[in-house]
């Protein structure tokens, strides 16, 4: 089973993502970003679900450094974001971020395919 | 010694004199006498010479008419007859005529004959001398005979018939004194007569160069002699001494042929000579006339070139005599002053010139005429026509005996040059006038910097800056301060190596810093790089005005991007929340499935949640678009798009929202459409909105999307959605496309949907210059248009607003352009343009602005306002500040610039912190932003001269009186707010201005008359000029001391007894006069 990093910081939102993930999934979940690079280093996680509004560092700051890692940077990052003005999405991909996925999560079918999409392709 | 003829002659006479001595002595001692026969021959010879001579000598007297010839020829002439007669008498062989002749009688004719001729030959002297002394001094003979001719034949006929009388009557006596030695002392007296006619003549001097006088005293000498020497001794007819008598008569009548011939023969030779030399001059004389023709024809000639000269002479040359009459003038002259040849004769020159040089020309002729030639001088004559020529001349005299009888001028038209030079003086004075009436300092420097000219903003600025006014040739640190020497020294440098620039100052002057452009130019002549002209404009309030513009534009940019901000983070936050009700709910229905049979209310509970949930989320994703294109944020992306592909992608997409309905979602067109250049993105998503809201609305039918082109060149036009839906209710029509207004509240609910999308779509359309209107008849279906035309194909032109909302089409059928009136200057005046990127800010003012009658015209873009605006006939323009691609700032900055609008107001709304102090070139007023205020209206309406409606504060407590008074005070076109209590009113007052209030004198917590004193004083305090009117409504009859208190307190007036007055609308009529008479009304911007 492959393990997925979520790092968020509104507890709800890791609660409704375990949700859907439960089962097909291996969640570590992470508040703030500082807490995940640490835990990030120590286990290394298949994929990243990465917010982007983080108290203190944000995700871009995040994603930068996760790509400064040498073991970290290939790992698959996805944003999982309530930045959803149109621009958004081309701006984030930009930063680096594998995929853009918008909150709420209207579909949760589409959160799953972007996971599976990648996984798939790094494997 | 020489001989002379004069000499010669006396001695001939002295000669003969002497000579006759002998010959007398010899005739007297003779003692024979020849024969009577002899004696007779000589008679005869001699009576043939004396008739000769007489004829000789009168012939000479009628050719020479002189006096002595008559007597002489008419002496002979008697003579001759008396001779003739002796001759017959002493002839022995002619027969004695008459009487018996005695002996003695030949000595008697002899003596007649003799005697009658030294008679006459004296008188001839005597006629002379007589003549002479008459004459006086004079020279010459007497070419008249003194005595008529006839006078003398008569008296010589006379003495001749007289003589033969006295032969033939009477008894001779014996003519001899028989014995006596003068035997015929007789003979004495013809002797004497002789001899004295002989003195005369010598006296007379005539012999001295006359032959003919010459002889004819050789005549007379002999004539004496023969008398007082020989006859005077005959003793008898016949004897020696007669013999010899006779003898010298006939050479005496010798002499006198001899003189009378060689007379002739003077004569002759004189008249040949004559004849010579009258020949001679008159060879000379036709000598000279061939060499004066000759010499004429020369001179003629000479005249003709002259005359030719002068008058292909440019310059005019005129001729006048003493008095200013113009003797001649050449061509130039004529042609000039437009005069013909024979105009000349009557033309004065004094009469030719023109008042203002009359003067001029009088002192130039006086001083010519007084001798003393002019050149150089300049007088203005008149042509024929009228016209003044300007002349510059030189005139001199014509002198005679030393006096000036003409003048002689030589003008040369300087018409033109004159011209000219006023031409150059008048445009160097309006040069001048410019270069100093401008505020800008203006100078020049030569290559070398130094000063050349400056008007006098110059030198007081220079003066301002180092004490001491610049002069000409002063060096560039004598004019700048000592800090920008080198900058100046550079500026120079470079603009004479040939550049125009210009360049930025400021000085501190006065204390004040100010900022100065300067703009050098170089300036070349003939000879090459000559100098720099600078222009300094002061343009300190520029600046400030740019500054705060500027800081203002930041300041707004600065609230844009706030709001931005804002916008992103409410997104944010908004969806935040949303994922967790969204997700959870989908994650709890995934444990509800659907039931079989029967119902499970938990999962319709968690349906609708995800229901609402998606609703929230597409209204939060609506308004964020309808935010974004508001803002300016969207731009256009255009690209040439063919709609026979997007309309049929477009139903494809929605076909799916259909299949559960008996619905039909078709397309077609007539004509096939040609691509447009559109943003395809847009017209889809619009496309989308309008063909998904007609498949919502319809249950069952169809919706057609129809593409409309042109029949020839297949322009698209419009593009319908058609459907048979529900159609909308016409009193709600016109509200269809704003915000939030889906048909009915209702609809939202039964439908779905959030009502933003033909909010969305309109705003989208008027982004791309389309119009959108719909048509709709309730329970039957609706029509949405969106009109392609003026669209972002097109320029878009004054009449480019092309949108409507369908509020005012009959029946709610669209009309797709707002009439604009034409041009006239009622409608200029009252011509609105809003130039703003909101659509909602264009529309809503808009339609607001028409009601009230103004003429409006809206540009969404700042550059297509720009354009409009050049185009003139606006009166009022109200710009939006912050704009995408070209901000109001901006706009505004073009207009300062000269670029069109001079005629137009400007109203600048949308600035943040309002409009303190902001002040551009363009007239220009300040507004708030807001809508919903009507600041911009009455901005408009002070623009346009247009009285903006009263606004009234009607306090009034009680809650029906206040409505009741409220509808009616609007219907009277009042605009009108009320509040309940007094406090309200000064609470309102503090935010909001109106011109009159309405007050109830009883309001229940500040009593009517506290809030009179209230209001002035507040009005006070903002330095007003106290209350504006005040209009009372009482209840009760107001008593005398309420209306005295009444009008002490404040300007209002009582009205009353109650609301139903219908005097109430003139009446604050009245007020609202009054009250804008007054500087300030009630507010808070007094």
Redesign the interface.
Known sequence: MNTIALIED?A??R??VQ??LEGLYEIVEYETGPEALAGLRSNRPDLVLLDI?LPGMDGTEVLRRIREDINLAQVPVIAL??????GDRERFLEQGFDDYL???????SVLLDAIAKRLVTDE | MKWGTEERRLLAYLLLLLASVPVAFLGVGAASAPSREILGLLGGVATVLALVTAVLALVRFYTGRSAVFLYIGTGFLATAFLDGYHTLVAAPFLPTPGIGAPEDLPAWTWLASRLFLSLFLFMSWLAWYMDHRAMGEAEGPSTEPKEGQGSVYLTAALLTALTFGFFTLTPLTDPYIQGARLSRPVELIPAALFLMAALGYLWKGGWRTEPFEHWLIFALLLGAVTHGGVTVFAQSTYDGAMFTGQMLQIAGYGCVMVGLLASVFTAFKEQDRTARVITETNDALAREVETRRRAEQVLQESEERLQDFLDNANDLIQITDAEGRITYANQAWRRTLGYEKSDLEVLQLFSLVHPHSAETLREVFDSVLSGTPKSGFQVVLRRADGEPVALSGSMNPRMRNGEAVATRTIFRNVTEQVRAEQELARSRANLKALFESTGDAIWSVDQDHRLVTFNSAFSLTVEALTGRAPRPGDGVPEIVAAGQVQWFRNSYDRALAGNRFSATREERLDGVLRSYELFFHPYETVEGMAGVVVFSKDVTRRRQVEIELRRAKSEAEEANEAKSHFMASMSHELRTPLNSVIGFANILLKSHPKPEEGRDREREFLERIVANGNHLLSLINQILDLAKIESGKLELEVEQVDLRELVPLVVRQLEGQVQERPVELRYHWDVAPQPITTDPGKLRQVLINLVGNAIKFTEEGSVTVEVESDPETGTPRRIRVQDTGIGIAGQRLEKIFEAFRQADGSTTRRFGGTGLGLTISRSLCHLMGYGISVASVEGEGSTFTVDLEGGTTQPRGRNGRGVSYGRRGHEGLSTSAAEVPDGSAEAESRTVLLISHRVEFRHILGEYLEDLGYVVETEPRGDEGLERLRQGGIATAVVEFLMPEMSGWELLEHLRWGEGGEATRFLLTGLPGGPAGVDAAVQLDLVPHDVEDDAILRAIRRNTGDQPPGRLLVVEHDQHSRSELHRSLREADFVVHSVPSGPAALEFLRRVEVDVIVLDLRTPSLEGFELVDALAEASRERGGMGAGPIVVLTREPTSDDLRVRLRRMAAGRPEGPGIESSQLPQSLGRALEAGRAKPSGYGPSG
């Open positions: 509104n709800d939102n609660l409704l949700a859907i509004s974001t309530a930045h959803a003005m149109s918008t909150k709420p999560i209207v579909d949760e």
